[in-house]
DNA sequence: GTCTATAACTCGATAGAC
DNA sequence: GTCTATCGAGTTATAGAC
């Protein structure tokens, strides 16, 4: 019995991990059944007694993976922190987070671009982050005088911007630029204090 | 004849134009051949008249999507015009370019990411953008003390990743913001000179 | 729970009439 | 040059044995 049931989580989480391996690598159309099975070391049949089909199996790691890559901008900014202190725990945290998952950004990107509405709404849950903080500490700086006045909707896409970006354009950018894998990597983790100090140096008077 | 003429010409281009459509929405896993002959207004089999299968005609709108996507950069940064207005024109001549194609850079990019190696061939055929020039000049302002010390790599990402990035996380930024399309669309022209001069503020001494 | 075998279906591609 | 009809490969999904 205790042998059950350790085969059955054992083969979920295989599952999951293969599957997410594989969607997150090839999207959901370029994904197929048999190489999340392969990937499992299962055959076929198995996922779908897991999981009844393959957009079922899709949608619990879509969901996932954009549950992890997104709110995570939620918890940063409404976090109990200073103005400066946000900016810097976001770019740091948020780089930090997809240096591990590489592949991310494109995949909840891409997949969010195709079927927006039903995607956002999946994500969400109806909560979207409240950014209504982080804008009122931006506007007391400004009005005190500390950093240039600067549109707050520009200033959180350029943040976002810098710190996902390159993973993206990581092809482009390696091949415009010259560089290698472990150039590229060792950019990105000076990224993570470069973003937040190009930022300053923009908005500071 | 001339009416012969004029109907291939026309059902050719008809065809390009609507597999432009398609793979640049869908991507070359989700078009369809049904999608691309719908849209077109004829049939499945017209198209394998005009192109051999799907992967030339995929080819053609690809390379055609990414020359007119990726070699811009080369254009603007060989240019004979000097460190500061180079920034400006790139910012202000990407923006408007992709305002006009704003599904292109998900589409390029993507592809890319899953054929690094032929699709990178496939674009620049050889001849990179030679960027010595403009880090060049870059060295120079820093060398003159008139900008702080930074690297070009660095600056060339923020540059581009701030004019990019706005449209391929174009859904969740619209989410996340609560801001409509009109909306984004009107911050985006603003981006075309808010971009540059956040550049400016954050390198200048 | 896990497997093999196969049904059911999607989609790119071709044959052949007009 | 354009169409209808259909084939055949590749995939998702199911049946049924163990």
Redesign the pocket.
Same mark, same amino acid.
């Given at each position: 019995m205790v042998k %059950? $049931?350790e085969?059955?989580a =054992?083969? *979920?989480q295989k599952i999951l991990a293969a599957a997410k391996k594989v969607f997150v690598k090839k999207g959901m159309d370029g994904?197929?059944?048999?190489?999340? &099975?392969d990937e499992a =070391?299962?055959?076929? &049949?198995?996922?779908? /007694? /897991?999981?009844?089909? $393959? *957009? %079922?199996?899709f949608e619990q790691i879509f969901a996932e993976s954009a549950g992890r890559f997104i709110p995570k901008v939620k918890a940063i900014l409404i976090a109990d922190t200073g103005f400066y202190e946000k900016i810097e725990s976001f770019c740091g945290e948020y780089i930090d987070m997809v240096m591990q998952n590489p592949y991310l950004p494109m995949f909840v990107m891409n997949e969010l671009q195709k079927q927006p509405a039903a995607m956002i709404k999946k994500i969400f849950k109806g909560s979207l982050p409240d950014l209504s903080k982080f804008i009122g500490q931006m506007q007391e700086e400004i009005k005190a005088g500390r950093i240039k006045p600067i549109h707050p909707a520009h200033l959180i896409m350029n943040m976002m911007s810098m710190c996902i970006f390159p993973f993206i354009g990581r092809p482009m950018l390696s091949a415009v630029m010259g560089i290698s894998d472990t150039q590229f990597m060792t950019a990105m983790e000076e990224r993570k204090k470069a973003v937040p100090k190009f930022i300053f140096d923009a908005i500071r008077k």
């Open positions: %059950k $049931k085969t059955d =054992g083969t *979920e994904a197929r059944m048999q190489d999340i &099975a =070391g299962i055959n076929k &049949a198995l996922l779908h /007694y /897991y999981f009844r089909n $393959k *957009e %079922k199996l």
